[in-house]
């Protein structure tokens, strides 16, 4: 007889796969649990997060544990990022996104998505990461994950950071700060802040870029997140070196660097190493400058931080150029312009132009200067701008207010609800009152007249609270008025200023003032001048000059200023040109008509200058430096009624003026070539101004 075994078989089977079952649930556990323990190391010990993220992995392989498998090559994604290990990094995040997206696990997939943009933001592709945020953002939205949408604002705010859009990269973190701080997120919170400390770093706007840094710090050490503190040493470091307290620079850095070399933390440790090059640069400390910057240009370029290099080149190139080593300078500019341009860099590209202007400067050739000055000025009208500034400071502002009102929302909440109660107690009081009233008359009576005078007092109390509210609401619209004020008042109190680096200065001086004025009355002399200083006003206006000020018989004007970047050199010769004939036309009046007349001399000379915004009770606008002071000393060398230029402006205008070398001088506590402009008088008579001088002086005179 042969027997069936078919069902002992089954029962095999089901008990096989039960146990398989089973065996797979515990290690799939187990993979779950070694995440967990990866994830706890991430910030305090990058080396265990990676062995135990790769041992995971190997289990979760093993069982064909396919979300576990993308989560672990997730996490070992962002521990390589952290470790500077970029391109792995992306390449473990690829893995991660294409499986999520094979299994439909969309939050996960979009969390790859914004890691997968900060790796192409890093590497110089801002396009793709564009690409990427918008994506993972649109399926944050969908599934109305608040942490994600904050962690996509973040990275967006980063990308326009990087390629100077200030104003939307602040409205982008401070919206991740607002959502952080609702969901009670520190890490995000404190991702914000230093991010935020950054766009206020680049706006120069050191006090508040170092409150963010502070709170970040604060939030990192709280959270035991080694990374965010080295970070934050790192930024507050630049900030004192920004202003020039290189001893407190120095100290955060020492703090920053230990930390970023015991965890091999290499995006910190670049920027440790390239804020201690540029400290001990700024010490005169050169050989040691040079290996500190060496070390960094390393470090970048093993992360594959292409703006990290060009900040690198930029150094480089400062130190070049200190120690007077100008074609190394000029190499190492132009490397890091290179670099910068392709990837958006503007504060690079800037630093490059600035640095380049300054080499061709100190080589005598002032085209070439004149050239890469305007380069970095219009970099600077594009991203480093007054409305950029006004933008992300009118942001801020909106945000601590909406705090402020928040709070305010909540008081008020308090209040109602205290106020419901109190009438609560004040219904079953009513209750009370009646029954003792109904058992006693006189005790009712009297208990009536003191809740009387409760309720009048409590009445009163009432108005006053209304009248307090109406007050304060008052006070709120009056402030929101003068928040410009407030601002206005800021700048005065920090003595901002602006530096010009290339412009052309005129300086004009009334020949033996003193013995002419003593030829008219009082009256005569203020119209005289008034005539005189109106005409000058108006051909300055016209050539695009910028009037600076009138020093009693002196008179002082720029042109190629920030506002005024239509004039140039040749403009400004051309104004002193119109200036002596018009003087001219005057003295053949007044010669005609027996009265005494003024000439003018004047100098120009075209050079660096500094320049900004000076006083506090009264604010006006002012330059300075040797560049006014050579304009000066030129005027003095002119005679009565002639113009002189220096050598620097000579070279720029020796092309469309007939000159007469008149030798060499010391002006400004330097040797200088000067020339004298010559026959003008014929060539230019006829100069194109909106009007003649003849009907200027009776437009003037009316």
Same mark, same amino acid.
């Given at each position: ?15 096989? !796969? ?40 190997? #289990? ?40 999520? &997206? ?34 993972? !953002?649109?399926?944050?939205?969908? $599934? ?18 990087? !390629? ?12 991740? $700060? ?40 604060? #939030? ?6 080694? $990374? ?45 190493? $390239? ?15 040079? &290996?500190? =910057? ?54 690079? =590209? ?148 602006? #530096? ?30 008034? =005539? ?171």
């Amino acid at each position: 007889m042969k027997k069936n075994y078919a069902p002992l078989i089954c029962l095999i089977v089901l008990l096989f !796969t039960a146990y398989a079952g089973k065996a797979n649930g515990d290690e799939q556990s187990k993979v779950n649990e070694l995440i967990e323990v990866s994830t706890a190391y991430r910030f305090s010990d990058i080396h265990k997060s990676l062995t135990t993220i790769d041992e995971a992995l190997a #289990i979760a392989q093993k069982i064909d544990y396919k979300q576990g498998i993308a989560r672990c090559y997730l996490k070992k994604g962002q521990y390589l990022s952290n470790a500077g290990v970029l391109k792995e990094s992306g390449e473990n995040l690829e893995k991660a996104a294409a499986l999520f &997206k094979s299994i439909d696990k969309r939050n996960e997939y979009a969390i790859c998505l914004k890691e997968l943009a900060d790796y192409k933001r890093s590497t110089g592709d801002p396009e793709k990461a564009e690409e990427l945020i918008k994506e993972s !953002t649109a399926i944050a939205t969908e $599934l109305q994950d608040k942490q994600l949408l904050a962690e996509c604002e973040i990275a967006s705010g980063i990308i326009d950071m990087k !390629t100077g859009e200030f104003a939307d990269a602040t409205a982008h973190l401070l919206s991740a $700060l607002r959502t952080a701080e609702a969901i009670k997120n520190d890490e995000i919170i404190m991702n914000s802040c230093r991010e935020l400390g950054n766009i206020n770093s680049l706006e120069e706007n050191i006090p508040r870029s170092n409150e963010y840094f502070e709170r970040a710090l604060s #939030i990192s050490k709280k959270i035991g997140n080694k $990374l965010g503190v080295a970070d934050a040493y790192c930024n507050i470091a630049s900030n004192y070196l920004t202003i020039g307290d290189l001893d407190n620079a120095a100290v955060n850095i020492a703090k920053s660097m230990e930390l970023s070399r015991q965890l091999n933390y290499k995006p910190t440790l670049a920027l440790d190493l $390239l804020n201690m090059g540029y400290c001990l640069t700024y010490q005169n400390k050169y050989k040691e400058a040079d &290996k500190q =910057l060496a070390e960094a240009e390393r470090v970048f370029g093993e992360l594959g931080d292409k703006h990290g290099q060009a900040e690198v080149l930029n150094a480089k190139g400062y130190l070049a150029a200190k120690t007077h080593n100008l074609d190394e300078a000029e190499k190492n500019y132009v490397a890091s312009a290179t670099a910068a341009k392709p990837i958006k860099a503007n504060d690079q =590209l800037k630093a490059s132009y600035d640095g380049l202007a300054y080499i061709y400067e100190q080589k005598k050739d002032y085209e070439g200067a004149y050239h890469f000055q305007k380069l970095s000025q219009e970099i600077s009208s594009q991203v480093f701008n007054t409305s950029n500034a006004r933008a992300v400071t009118k942001l801020q502002l909106s945000y601590d207010f909406e705090k402020v009102k928040e709070q305010q929302r909540r008081e008020q909440e308090l209040k109602d609800k205290v106020t419901a109660a109190d009438r609560t107690r004040e219904r079953w009081f009513n209750y009370f009152l009646v029954v003792v009233g109904l058992m006693a008359a006189i005790i009712a009576a009297l208990t009536y007249m003191a809740y009387r005078n409760s309720r009048r007092a409590k009445d009163l109390l009432f108005e006053k609270n209304i009248l307090i509210t109406k007050e304060k609401e008052t006070a709120e619209r009056l402030l929101s008025d003068i928040i410009p004020a407030e601002i206005e008042t800021r700048i005065k109190a920090s003595g901002i200023t602006e #530096i010009e680096n290339f412009a052309t200065v005129m300086f004009i001086d009334f020949d033996d003032f003193t013995s002419v004025e003593q030829q008219f009355s009082p009256i005569e002399l203020m119209d005289e001048l008034d =005539l005189v200083f109106k005409g000058m006003d108006d051909v300055c206006k016209k050539f695009r000059l910028e009037t600076l000020k009138t020093l009693s018989d002196g008179y002082l004007c720029i042109g190629g200023l920030a506002n005024s970047r239509d004039c140039k050199p040749e403009d400004v010769v051309n104004a002193a040109i119109k200036i002596q004939l018009y003087m001219e036309d005057i003295r053949m009046r007044h010669m005609k008509e027996g009265k005494a007349f003024f000439q003018m001399r004047i100098g120009i000379h075209t050079g660096q200058i500094s320049g900004g915004i000076v006083g506090v009770r009264t604010i006006a606008a002012d330059i300075w430096g040797e560049t006014v002071q050579a304009a000066s000393g030129i005027e003095k060398m002119a005679a009565a009624g002639g113009i002189r230029i220096s050598d620097a402006t000579f070279q720029l205008v020796k092309n469309k003026f007939e000159t007469i070398y008149t030798g060499q001088s010391k002006v400004a506590s330097r040797e200088m070539k000067v020339y004298e402009i010559t026959n003008f008088k014929a060539e230019y008579s006829k100069l194109s101004v909106s009007e003649t001088v003849t009907d200027l002086i009776i437009k003037l005179e009316n």
